[in-house]
């Protein structure tokens, strides 16, 4: 990244062809938080076909100045019986560790949520863990509220692998 004044992010939506560069920032996200990954190449081949599903969007900020990729936010979409639109899951928020701070990730939410109302969504979600104070401010401050029990539960996830 360069050391140019914060400047507004460019943030539109991802197509295939940024499946890489989408793909990377993934790769850093979880390698920053030392979760286990995929390779940024895996990540990229499956952004690939993600990003050719109408039911899947990731908006993309880049540096209008460089067109360096800043950050991302990949959003699922799927239906509901209890409403007449999609509810969207918004997966991952990234944000290029030097340049947090910047407005980047208020301006990928903001184009997220108004894709999802631009499809007919009816709701958004998002997953935090209770320890995470400063995403939950985050998000907080843009309308999210926590609808679980207390301010601090605890986020669970119960899993099984299929293959």
Known sequence: ???LPPVAPAVRLAIPADAYVVGGL???FNTEFETPTPSAADFGDRFTSLLARPD???A???DPRTGEPT???YVTLRPTPYGDGPLAQLEELYVVPLLRDRGIGTALLTTAIA???RRGGIEMHINVDEIDADTRRFYER???TNIEPGADYRMLCYLRELR
Do not use: K, P, W, Y
Request: glycine letters at 10%; hydrophobic letters at 60%.
């Open 71 to 73: 950050g991302f936010a």
């Open 142 to 144: 843009h309308g999210f």
């Open 60 to 62: 993309l900020a880049v």
């Open 26 to 28: 993934l790769f850093d």
């Open 115 to 117: 894709e999802v109302e």
């Open 1 to 3: 990244m360069t050391d």
């Open 56 to 58: 899947v969007f990731v």
